[in-house]
């Protein structure tokens, strides 16, 4: 029986040698093929793609660059037989990688340079709605769509390219402002829609628009669309807009975009009692953050519930302590306020005025704080606002002397009442 069951093991065991002689044969063609394939991934990846053909003709990603390198150069060039040579390139990539955007979107760009629009559109389209992140072919469709006249289309697919370009948002951006420039009707409010969904983009769109009095027009018209919207400007972009129009001297404009917002809320003075923070600049107190002087809203040591503006003052220093912009129609005004001296002789140091813009024109000027008065007191004043007055300033000002004395004053209830008209 023992024999028998040698007799029986030897060919296996003879196999197993056999096998075992092969074995680092076998392993050695495995290593040479797995080397292989890792020297051509890079090659397929980096190589030109003429020799990535040569070397991986059945390869995907080879394929795919070899129809991207043929429509560049048939593009640069417009070498038809190139631009054939890609079409065929991509078409056999698809048939090898049926999702491979980069392949699609070559396909398209062929059918467009063949003049076939319609069927680079439906094939870009799916192109697109495959990947947000391929760049030429929404490009591609922006550009198709601008011409038909479809913003919403056009602008969603620049909405796209804008989200991961910073590089071409100037570019973009131009484009959002021409087309709202020469056609607002239609285009203003695709654009509103945009940027009402606060995009990455929003705040550097909007800064795009202060360059020049044609984008500032685009701004003005764009923030009243949005405030009908969900995300209408900030108090903060809405001060950026207000102070871009008068620097560039559209003191109407600014009016005009106030009264549409209503914000601020029209009044004759915004925040007189310095409790109310909600207003934007200019409308809003803007306070002097300079040399020779602290100027600051604090609750008073008289009366805690009641804050007011305080301002510690050098007695020496050119100073304007505090500022609002005023839209007052012709007529007589009376001004009144209440105010408190702490130290010092605020009412020779210290002078609301009340000037024109643009003109410069001061219509009125007038000691900020009563003789002695160390204890709250009322001052008042009246002045015209003349016919060609569109704005006006009120500030409170410093009036310094030769020489430093400390001057501490506190001021509030500002607050102005028509009298009549001219």
């Known amino acids: 029986m023992r024999d028998q069951a040698d007799a029986a093991a030897g060919p296996r065991a003879r196999g197993r040698g056999r ?36 070397l991986a003709p059945g390869s995907p990603l080879v394929l795919r660059r070899a ?4 429509f560049a150069a048939g593009h640069e060039n417009d070498d038809a037989r190139r631009l054939e040579n890609a079409a065929v390139l991509a078409r056999e990539t698809l048939a090898r990688s049926p999702f491979n955007v980069r392949a699609l979107r070559v396909i398209g760009l062929t059918e467009a340079r063949a003049g076939r629009d319609v069927a680079a559109d439906e094939i870009l389209t799916l192109a697109g709605n495959w990947s947000l992140r391929d760049d030429p072919t929404h490009a591609w469709l922006v550009e198709y769509r601008l011409r038909r006249g479809d913003y919403a289309s056009a602008f969603a697919h620049a909405d796209t390219l804008v989200r991961r370009r910073e590089d071409i948002r100037p570019t973009v951006f131009r484009l959002f402002t021409a087309a709202a420039t020469q056609d607002a009707a239609r285009a203003l409010p695709e654009i509103a829609a945009l940027v009402d969904a606060r995009p990455s983009w929003r705040q550097a769109y909007l800064d795009s628009l202060y360059a020049d009095v044609e984008g500032l027009q685009v701004a003005a ?25 008068l620097d560039k001297g559209q003191v109407e404009a600014v009016r005009t975009v106030r009264a549409r917002l209503n914000r601020p809320p029209a009044a004759p003075v915004s925040n007189g009692g310095f409790d109310d923070a909600d207003a934007p600049q200019p409308f809003q107190w803007r306070l002097a953050q300079e040399a020779g002087a602290v100027v600051e809203i604090v609750a008073d040591d008289v009366r805690p519930a009641d804050p007011a503006l305080r301002i510690d003052y050098d007695g020496y220093s050119t100073v304007r302590f505090a500022e609002q912009l005023l839209f007052l129609t012709p007529g007589r005004y009376r001004f009144t306020a209440e105010a408190r001296a702490e130290a010092g002789e605020p009412g020779q140091r210290m002078a609301w005025t009340v000037t024109c813009s643009p003109s ?16 709250w007191s009322p001052i008042s004043a009246e002045f015209t606002i003349p016919a060609g007055c569109p704005g006006q300033w009120l500030r409170l000002e410093s009036r310094g002397d030769d020489r430093r004395a400390s001057t501490i004053a506190w001021i509030d209830r500002v607050a102005m009442v028509k009298l009549g008209s001219p």
């Open 19 to 54: 096998l075992a002689e092969y074995a680092p044969y076998a392993l050695m063609i495995g290593a040479v093929w797995l080397g292989w394939q890792i020297l051509l991934q890079p090659v397929t990846q980096r190589a030109p793609p003429e020799l990535a053909v040569r």
């Open 67 to 70: 129809a991207e390198a043929e």
């Open 221 to 245: 018209s764009l923030a009243i669309l949005l405030q009908r919207g969900d995300a209408p400007l900030t108090n903060q972009e809405l001060s950026q807009l207000y102070m871009h129009l």
């Open 360 to 375: 410069d024109l001061r219509v009125l000027s007038t000691p900020a704080v009563g003789r002695s008065a160390t204890v």
